[in-house]
């Protein structure tokens, strides 16, 4: 379905400030008297992410009378196949992140062993462990239905100065890499509690997902400039302006390191939907960095980051 350059541009900025601006606004709910506190606020978190991540694209994709299309997943879901080649690298890389801080089996559960009561897994309460289900689900669902309605809406949002898909890749998402492993690298010898390792762990596993992704991008696709760089700008400023505090809050570098691992992630998901036949590949991609414990992970509101 066609849609007119300013109703692409106006969705595009719904829902980028519905991530960013949201994520303030929750920030400030939060803080008043009246907000509950205990285990009752975070109950309250997946519904969070629910109003700021997954309904706003829904409702932007539906107004314009688009389904599945709005979030460049109105193709063959052939593309999943593919997906799950694309994750080992997270998926390996999360694994030993876990093994660091736990058993073998309480590895496995990721960035769910934040909601367990115990230190293993015989020891995991199972009720906080669906909320940590419901969390991280509502986190991947709204992350795959934001970044595709950002990624179709920049397509004819902005000026369209095209390149080949893979340039685009190879440039911005290596580029990106290079400049989180920087900024991580200085940030793990200016602070012990960031060990080397996970920095260079990190960062190799996102090489080797671009590695993989360029393999699935034929060389004659071509895309715009604006649809590849959009998305992930938006990611790096969600988490400058929230985890950072703004250009001159107290952890600018960190949020820079964040943002420039995100950034790269999005340019992943980017490139992979305009190749239209590997859009799918993206939901795969997405609920493996909500689960893995990395640094390599796209924004959610209202709490931005999931932690590494």
């Known amino acids: 379905m066609w849609i007119s350059t300013e109703d692409a541009r106006s969705d595009f900025i719904l829902g980028a400030a519905a991530l960013v601006f949201g994520t303030m606004v929750a920030e400030f709910v939060f803080r008043l008297p009246f907000y509950p506190s205990g285990s009752l606020a975070i109950w309250l978190l997946p519904v969070w992410v629910v109003l700021l991540m997954v309904l706003p694209p829904r409702f932007l994709g539906r107004n314009r009378g688009q389904e599945l299309e709005a979030f460049g997943l109105g193709t063959d879901r052939a593309g999943l196949s593919n997906g799950i080649l694309l994750v080992v690298p997270l998926v390996v890389a999360g694994y030993v992140r876990g093994l660091s801080g736990g058993d073998v089996l309480s590895a496995a559960l990721g960035r769910l062993r934040g909601f367990s009561s115990g230190p293993s897994i015989a020891q995991t309460n199972l009720v906080n462990l669906t909320l940590g289900v419901l ?64 920095v260079l762990l990190d960062s190799g596993s996102m090489v080797i997902v671009i590695l993989v992704a360029d393999r699935m991008v034929d060389t004659k696709d071509r895309t715009t400039r604006a649809t590849i760089l959009a998305p992930a700008i938006t990611a790096l400023i969600a988490f400058v ?68």
């Open 135 to 198: 969390v991280l689900g509502a986190a991947a669902v709204g992350s795959v239905l934001l970044f595709g309605l950002l990624t179709t809406r920049a397509r004819d949002a902005f000026r369209a100065t095209e390149m080949p898909l893979l340039e685009a890749l190879r440039t911005y998402a290596i580029g990106a890499v290079a400049v989180g492993t920087v900024l991580g690298l200085l940030i793990a010898l200016a602070d012990s509690s960031t060990p080397l390792w996970t």
């Open 241 to 308: 302006f929230a985890l950072g505090g703004g250009l001159f809050g107290p952890n600018l570098a960190v949020s820079l390191y964040r943002g420039a691992m995100s950034a790269a992630l999005a340019v992943v998901l980017a490139v992979l939907l305009e190749t239209r036949r590997g859009a799918w590949a993206i939901v795969p991609l997405v609920a493996v960095t909500v689960w893995a414990p990395t640094c390599a992970t796209l924004p959610v509101a209202p709490f931005i980051s999931l932690g590494c």
